[in-house]
């Protein structure tokens, strides 16, 4: 097994709409930027955002890794700043019923490109699933994402709350995302962790907060990311500083940081999410 450390970090946040992919997107591009080696997994089963917000088109996906037709790294598709795509396809669905062979042939996958990786994102669908979930409980850092709505504020909460209650997640970095002032994000974040102190044993961190910005729209219209295609723009100024935030936090020295692990407990969620 491989002794080098991936920062594992899912991004979340309970409510479709709220920004988790334009966040995962342009967190990968901007960690890029940073000289960092990314992939990003695109975990949302349903709807496949990443590839529309990058103008990408993946022919293959997790599962056909989890089959044995394919190698790892051949499910990789090139965006922007050299960052690697992957999509999850229907893994964690296959992921229950892997055979040991299998098994270990997904973990041999990710340990002999663990080397070439810097960063693993993945960008998590909507609501609170079993395949959310178990993406979310691998990972190593969650990055929270929330608008200053009531519905994004009790849906996080709602996440929060079963990540911690059910599956003992402690820490969570939380986003404020498409907000009008930095005193509306930090308002934002008041409003949320005033509760999970309240109710819950976590340690909630603010991580700052990306403002709302026509050109996110814009972006999306042109299959490409804010950072790359308009990278003067409010909101990719606030992704670059978010990126180097991130890239502080330490990675992890144990073996939680193997990218190995993260498969094991992926498998593992899998099988009793
Ligand atoms: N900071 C922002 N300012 C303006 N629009 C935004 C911002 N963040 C996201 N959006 C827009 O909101 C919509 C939903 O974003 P998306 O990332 O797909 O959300 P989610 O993945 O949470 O469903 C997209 O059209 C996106 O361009
Ligand atoms: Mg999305």
Redesign the pocket.
Known sequence: MGTHSVQVIA?T?G???????????NLAVSLADLGRRVVLLDA?LG?A?VDI?LGISPKNNLSHVISGELPLESVFVDGPNGIKVVPAGSGTQEMVQLSPLQHAGLINAFSSISHDIDVLII?T??GISDTVVCFVKAAVEVLC?VCNEPTSITDAYALIKLLNQDYGVHRFHVLA???RSQQEGRDLFGKLSKVTDRFLDIALQFTGA????????K??QRQRA?CEAYPRAK?AT?FKALAQKVDAWPLPSTPRGHLEFFVERLVQGAATG
């Open positions: 991004v946040g409510k479709g709409g709220v920004g988790k992919t334009s966040v995962a997107v949302d709807l955002n917000m960008d669908a909507a994402v995302n498409m907000i990306i403002p709302y910005d026509d050109y996110m729209r972006a999306v804010v909101a606030a």
